[in-house]
């Protein structure tokens, strides 16, 4: 099943409407030209089929677009990174 990703940056979340008032969604926040992703949350029935990949990967498009680096805060991001160094390019150094 194709699913769109919303983006809302004016609340800084990347959405995926599952049915009425169900949603899976990844929550960020941009300081200081860095992405921080802070939480990706999808229903546990819904689990398993890549929707947090959807939106990890809108938000690394948006990120890009936005010449931002990224920031994995929730483990979610953080094993996401680590299961694709091909991403690793888009990653904050650390200061």
């Known amino acids: ?10 609340i800084g979340k990347f959405l ?4 009425p ?3 899976a969604f990844l929550s960020y926040r941009v300081e200081s030209g860095r992405l921080y992703i802070d939480s ?3 229903p546990e ?3 398993g089929r890549g929707i947090a990949t959807r939106l990890m990967l809108a938000a690394i498009e ?13 483990s979610f991001a953080v094993r996401f990174f680590d299961k694709h160094p ?10």
């Open 86 to 95: 091909e991403y690793g390019d888009m990653l904050a150094r650390e200061d």
């Open 62 to 74: 948006y990120a890009r677009g936005k010449r931002l680096k990224i920031v994995p805060i929730c």
């Open 45 to 47: 029935e819904y689990r």
């Open 16 to 19: 995926v409407r599952l049915e």
């Open 1 to 10: 099943m194709e699913y769109e990703i919303i983006h809302r940056p004016s």
């Open 40 to 42: 990706a949350y999808t």
């Open 21 to 23: 008032g169900k949603y």
